[in-house]
């Protein structure tokens, strides 16, 4: 497949990074399954545990991106866009046609498969972007990743404030926009998430504008969840509603003014001093000279991002040829903090580690988002959209502030992000106990404990797999990784969750269970759960310390060189 032209200059990634924020909104559908669950469940008459295995098949769609990783070395961003834009179609429209009672009612197994497709376009629209975006951006990869995920994060309080403002609270209005509004705001963007000449890490601009974005998005996290508390409290008429969705719309459009400032005010090329190792020369001529100490080797992400759309593999027989007649040197393995193939990965204890601790935090995580509408009836909560905006704002928080906090001690300490995960999953253990206690006034505690550390656990995998197994083959790494999402969910929400509250159910004697006896048991387990994530994470820390010294130590990002490649 021929090489992809590289979008040069410093606008276009900046430009390529607004667009993707819109898509990770846009990404984040699969967090509406609260909102238009109890609508599914009595209009086709379901159980709780029939329920909860429709929120498996939701959170296996949204987390099995195989796929999606292997297309982003093969094809162009948009491509796998537009495949995420045809399943997103597909999948929610057949979900409406059951809730609108257009066609009704549809067999069970139809919706489950409905489900995966609709919420596994998260996946295609997720990997495009994130990969993407990480390799426009290499010199910052913990910052990117928690922006773009904590965008993905906030869009649960878009969604529900979209919801209540927009659609007067329809599930069938709600899955229609999903239906038709996702796929036209990605086929907008779709042109503008492109591969870019990364910008230069040495201009302190870089910096500012990451600020700006960061702070843009914690101030529209902030109103979001203040219009909901707003919405809930106060009737309002249709001219301020519409102003208020109004306002988020000007807050999505801000991280445009990065692009449109670089654009009025250039920057004076004269006052840039390349750093050893910046990536502008790849926006130079072919062949142009170079003298400063390449950032990165030549194996690894940055240099080869010309080649990212090629095919991967070469010929096997070509190659023992080639190092048969001494054409070339055989290739040693490559280590930690290199770039890994998928196959050389996956045979790594350091590789299942991170996996697992993955799995037990964010699994435990899922089932309470999934259930986090019968656990606010449960608890007394009649409107349980405040729970909801609670939940995703705080797992915004969890998402921005875990990629700039472990930036920050990564690069002055050298403390692998791992530590992060180990002390967030503590605290899941504090806010799972708080839940199955059930004390007065502890509900929405919990929740925003349980919210952030979800967010934490969420993000801070997407850097560590990148740095140590590289970016050349990340895509398909981070997609295996998120496996660990719907297997959680089948495991801890399908199987634990919904029986222990149908048997609680069944005792009361109806289908819809009230007290705290429906999750404690259910709590109490997954508290155990994080404890046992924590020991593991903890363990991982120690193991991959070494390697963090060896790409911090001189405070900035730095790749071992691979002479022998």
Request: proline fraction near 4%; hydrophobic fraction near 50%.
């Given at each position: 497949m021929a ?5 040069a ?8 990074l607004a667009?993707?924020?819109?898509v990770?909104?846009s ?5 509406n399954f609260?909102?238009?669950?109890s ?28 796929l ?28 409406w ?8 009612p549809?067999?069970?197994?139809v919706?489950?498969i409905?489900l995966?497709v ?5 996946a ?11 390799r426009?951006f ?13 965008y ?17 609270q ?14 036209v705001i ?8 492109r ?5 230069s890490?040495?201009?302190s601009?870089?910096?500012?504008h990451?600020?700006?974005t ?18 809930d409290?106060?009737s ?10 109004a ?13 449109i400032?670089?654009?009025?005010f250039?920057a004076?090329?004269?006052t840039?001093t ?10 130079e ?16 992400s940055t240099?080869?991002?010309g080649s ?21 040197k ?18 790594k204890a350091?590789?299942?580690?991170l996996?697992?601790?993955y ?15 019968q656990?606010?009836?449960?608890f ?6 405040i729970?909801?905006?609670?939940f995703?704002?705080c797992n ?8 700039a906090?472990s ?18 999953l ?7 106990v ?22 934490f ?21 981070y997609?295996?990784?998120?496996l ?21 159910a069944a ?15 259910t ?13 593991l ?14 790409l ?14």
């Amino acid at each position: 497949m021929a090489k992809l032209k590289l979008k040069a200059g410093s606008r276009p990634p900046w430009v390529g990074l607004a667009a993707a924020l819109w898509v990770q909104i846009s990404a984040g559908n699969a967090t509406n399954f609260t909102l238009y669950s109890s609508a599914l469940k009595s209009v086709s008459g379901f159980s709780q545990q029939q329920l909860t295995f429709l929120g498996v098949a939701n959170d296996i769609g949204e987390s099995v991106g195989l796929l999606p990783g292997i297309a982003c070395n093969r094809f162009p961003p948009w491509t796998v866009l537009l495949v995420g834009v045809f399943a997103c179609f597909l999948g929610y429209g057949v979900i409406w046609l059951d809730v609108s009672q257009t066609i009704h009612p549809l067999p069970y197994w139809v919706l489950w498969i409905a489900l995966v497709v609709a919420s596994n376009s998260n996946a295609w629209f997720s990997t495009a972007v994130l990969v993407t975006n990480m390799r426009n951006f290499p010199l910052s990869r913990g910052t990117v990743a928690g922006i773009l995920k904590g965008y993905s994060g906030i869009s649960a309080a878009v969604y529900t404030v979209l919801y209540s403002l927009l659609l007067e609270q329809s599930a069938s209005k709600l899955l229609l926009f999903l239906t038709l509004g996702i796929p036209v705001i990605c086929l907008a963007m779709m042109y503008f998430v492109r591969p870019c000449t990364p910008p230069s890490g040495e201009d302190s601009s870089v910096h500012v504008h990451f600020v700006f974005t960061q702070a843009a998005s914690v101030l529209l996290a902030i109103y979001l969840l203040t219009v909901t508390i707003i919405y809930d409290k106060v009737s309002l008429s249709d001219a301020v509603s519409h102003v208020l969705l109004a306002i988020v719309f000007l807050f999505l459009l801000s991280p445009l003014g990065i692009p449109i400032k670089m654009s009025l005010f250039r920057a004076n090329a004269e006052t840039i001093t390349p750093l050893a190792g910046s990536t502008e020369h790849l926006a130079e001529g072919e062949g142009a000279p170079s003298q400063s100490v390449p950032l990165l080797s030549p194996s690894s992400s940055t240099s080869n991002l010309g080649s990212f759309f090629e095919s991967e593999y070469a010929s096997d027989v070509e190659t023992l040829l080639a190092e048969g007649e001494g054409a070339v040197k055989k290739k040693r393995r490559p280590r930690r903090g290199e770039d890994f193939k998928f196959r050389e990965a996956f045979i790594k204890a350091d590789f299942w580690l991170l996996w697992i601790v993955y799995f037990l935090g964010v699994g435990s995580g899922i089932t309470v988002l999934n259930n986090l509408a019968q656990i606010g009836l449960a608890f007394g909560v009649e409107n349980t959209t405040i729970l909801l905006s609670l939940f995703s704002f705080c797992n915004f928080v969890g998402r921005l502030g875990s990629g700039a906090l472990s930036e920050h001690f990564v690069r002055t300490r050298t403390i692998p992000r791992t530590l992060w995960m180990a002390c967030t999953l503590i605290v899941m253990v504090i806010a799972f106990v708080l839940y199955a206690l059930a004390f007065s006034g502890t509900l929405y505690v919990s929740t925003a404990l349980l919210g952030i550390c979800y967010g934490f656990q969420y993000n801070l995998m997407v850097p560590t797999a990148s740095e140590l197994f590289g970016l050349e083959h990340f895509g398909i790494i981070y997609s295996f990784m998120l496996l660990g999402n719907p297997v959680g969910a089948l495991l801890f929400s399908g199987l634990l969750a919904g029986y222990v509250y149908d048997a609680e159910a069944a005792k009361q004697g109806s289908s819809t269970c009230l007290g705290p006896e429906c999750f404690r048991l259910t709590f109490f387990v997954l508290a155990g759960i994080c404890g046992l994530g924590s020991f593991l994470s903890l363990i991982l820390t120690i193991r991959i310390r070494p390697v963090y010294q060896m790409l911090y130590a001189s405070g900035s990002f730095r790749l071992p060189r691979a002479s022998d490649h």
